[in-house]
C-alpha cells in the first residue's frame, strides 16, 4: 500500500491514545464517509459530529493531535474541521469569561456549522452598527472560507475603530456569499471568497477587542500549525517507501534525513508549546514561533518530496497529488516574511527571553 494512503490513524503529538477514544471515533467515522475530504457537506456535517463528541476541558494537545491526524489522514478535511473547532472553542470561552450569549435571534443549535471570519481586505469593510432591535452588519467580508456551506460563522467586524467579534447566520436572505474568484488548484473544495452583508442580525462575542486578545487566539494559530504538521507527515512516509526500495540510493536516503529532522523537530516544538502554553506570559510570540517552526519544516518537506520523488507522484497518484496541492495552500496562511518580522519585532522589544 502506498505510504500516502496507510489507514493507520498514526502521527499524533502524544505517544498516549486519549482515554476517550475521540480520535479513533472521527477517524473511523471519516471511513464511512463517502467523498471524505472532497465532498464538502458530507465532510462538513462529519465534523459537527466530531465537534459534538470532544469533551469539556481536555487538554490542549488531545485537540492538536486530533487535528493533526486528521490532516493526515486528509488535507482538506482538517481545513473544514479546524475552523468549526476553532469557533466552539471561542464560544466556550466567551462562556466561561462570563459574557451573555444568547444566540437565539440567529437560531444557533448544537447541530449549527461554524466558520470563523477574521480576515481583512483592501476595498471591503464590514461595519457592526447598533440599533434598538440589536446589532447589524453590513459591508463585505474577504476570505471567507465555506460560507456557501456553513449555517452559522464567528465574524469580526469594525465598531468606529475598533474590531469587535461577532456571530452571525449565514442562510438569511441578508447575507450572500459569492462563489468567487477562486481558481484554486489545491483546496478546490474550500471556497474562501468574500461574502456581503446587508443588514444581517448579529449576537456580539465578548467586548471590543477580546477576540485578539483572549489567550485561545495562540492556541487556534498553533491548531492550524498541527494541520500543516499532520499533513506533511504522510509525505515522509512517501520518502520512506522510495528510500526503503531496492534501488534506492544514498540521495534517497539525504532527501529523507533531511525531511525527517525537520518534521520531527516541529513535533517537538508543538509537545513543548502543548506542555507550557496555559503558563506563557505571552502566548502569541510562543505561537508565532511555532508557526515558523513549523511552516519551515512543512516547506522543506515539500521541496526535498519534489526532489526525491520527481513528478510521477503528482502525475499518477491522485491521493499525493491533491496533498501536496492542498498544503501549499494551506501552508500559506502563514504570511511568511510578513510573519517573522513581527516575530523579530516582538524580541526586539526584549519580549520572550530565553
Known sequence: MPADRDPRPAHLLTDEPLADGVISRAL??????????????????????????????????????????????????????????????????????????????????????????????????LEAQHAGDGWRLSGTKPW??????????????????????????LRTPQVSARRGPWHARGLAQVVSAPVDFAGATAVPVG?????????????????????????????????????????????????????????????????????????????????GRVRAVVVDAVETTLAESARALGPLPLVADETYARRVADLQIYVRQHHGERDLARLGASVSEGRGAW
Open 144 to 169: 471567507c472560507s465555506l460560507a456557501e456551506h456553513l449555517s452559522h460563522a464567528l465574524v469580526t467586524a469594525w465598531v468606529g475603530d475598533t474590531r469587535r467579534l461577532f456571530a452571525v447566520a
Open 207 to 287: 467586548q471590543a477587542g477580546w477576540y485578539l486578545r483572549r489567550p485561545g487566539f495562540a492556541r487556534g494559530g498553533i491548531g492550524v500549525a498541527s494541520c500543516w504538521w499532520g499533513a506533511a507527515v504522510r509525505l515522509r512516509g512517501a520518502l520512506l517507501e522510495a528510500a526503503q526500495r531496492p534501488e534506492a540510493d544514498q540521495l534517497s536516503r539525504v532527501h529523507l534525513g533531511r525531511v525527517d529532522t525537520a518534521l520531527w523537530n516541529a513535533r517537538l516544538t508543538l509537545q513543548t508549546a502543548a506542555a507550557t502554553i496555559d503558563a506563557d506570559p505571552d502566548p502569541a510570540l510562543l505561537a
Open 28 to 125: 473511523d467515522a471519516a471511513s464511512r464517509v463517502d467523498g471524505f475530504g472532497t465532498d464538502t457537506a458530507a465532510t462538513l456535517a462529519w465534523a459537527v459530529a466530531v465537534g459534538a463528541d470532544r469533551p469539556a476541558h481536555r487538554p490542549v494537545v488531545d485537540d492538536w493531535s486530533l487535528l493533526a491526524a486528521v490532516a493526515s489522514r486528509d488535507v482538506a478535511a482538517a481545513r473544514i474541521l479546524e475552523p468549526h473547532l476553532d469557533a466552539l472553542d471561542i464560544l466556550d470561552q466567551a462562556a466561561r469569561d462570563g459574557f451573555d450569549l444568547d444566540l437565539a435571534p440567529i437560531g444557533a443549535t448544537a447541530a449549527s456549522s461554524w466558520g470563523v471570519f477574521a480576515a481583512e481586505g483592501a476595498g471591503m469593510r
